[in-house]
C-alpha cells in the first residue's frame, strides 16, 4: 500500500474509532457498539504500525531515537505538490 493510500486508511479508522466513541459516550451499554470500537481502534493501531515500519513515525510520540528529536525528515503533507 502507497503512503498516501495508508495514510487515508489510518484516517478513516480513528475517526470511525471516535466516532464509536462518542456513540458510546450516550449509550455506554451498546454491545455491538463497543464491539465495533475495539475493532476500529485495533485497525487504526495495526495501520499505524505498518506505516511507522515502512515510512518512519507518524508522530513525534512515536519516535524511535531517544537521544534526537529529528522524527520528520520528509516534506511536511501541505508542501508536497501533487
Known amino acids: 500500500m502507497s503512503q498516501n493510500e495508508l495514510l487515508k486508511q489510518i484516517s478513516a479508522y480513528a475517526f470511525a ?25 485495533e485497525k487504526t493501531r495495526e495501520l499505524v504500525k505498518e506505516y511507522e515500519q515502512n515510512f518512519g513515525p507518524l508522530t513525534s510520540m512515536s519516535a524511535l531515537d531517544p537521544n534526537c528529536f529529528d522524527w520528520i525528515t520528509e516534506p511536511w503533507p501541505w508542501e508536497q505538490c501533487n
Open 17 to 41: 474509532e471516535k466516532e464509536w466513541n462518542l456513540y458510546l459516550d450516550t449509550h455506554p451499554t451498546d454491545k455491538d457498539a463497543l464491539k465495533k470500537h475495539k475493532a476500529m481502534a
